[in-house]
């Protein structure tokens, strides 16, 4: 069962950066639809940026401009570069991950497997 795994995250004052990283073993990550989600305390889990099998990508209009979706693929690692971050941007952060090449949607049910997520806090 590929199982994603996500680290990077931590503690950072508004204006300041951080880097996810993704990595599943037995996944070839540029194959596929990959995507970065998050959920704060008492909110829904919200995606956040997408990218497909092609490298195109797509954002969340809240991170637009200020987060960057990557793939390493020979690493076979999934980055999201973080700049600019925000209080608001204060959340756990998962990697999810799909067998289909292109992304469908932002739909959570979309998505085939979940890492176990990395907290991201902004503070003021």
């Known amino acids: 069962q590929v199982q994603p795994v996500e680290s990077g995250g931590g503690s950072v004052q508004a204006g300041g950066s951080l880097r996810l990283s993704c990595a599943a073993s037995?996944?070839?990550?540029?194959?596929?639809?990959m995507a970065w989600f998050r959920q704060a305390p008492g909110k829904e889990r919200e995606g956040v940026a997408n990218?497909?099998?092609?490298?195109?990508?797509s954002y969340a209009d809240a991170v637009k401009g200020r987060f960057t979706i990557s793939k390493d693929n020979a690493m076979n690692i999934l980055y999201l570069q973080m700049n600019s971050l925000k209080p608001e941007d204060t959340a756990r952060y998962y990697c999810?991950?799909?067998?289909?090449?292109?992304?469908?949607?932002?739909?959570?049910?979309?998505?085939?497997?979940w890492g176990q997520g990395t907290q991201v806090t902004v503070s003021s």
């Open positions: 999810a991950l799909t067998f289909a090449r292109y992304c469908s949607g932002t739909s959570a049910a979309l998505y085939n497997a």
């Open positions: 037995g996944y070839t990550h540029r194959n596929y639809c």
């Open positions: 990218i497909d099998g092609d490298g195109m990508t």
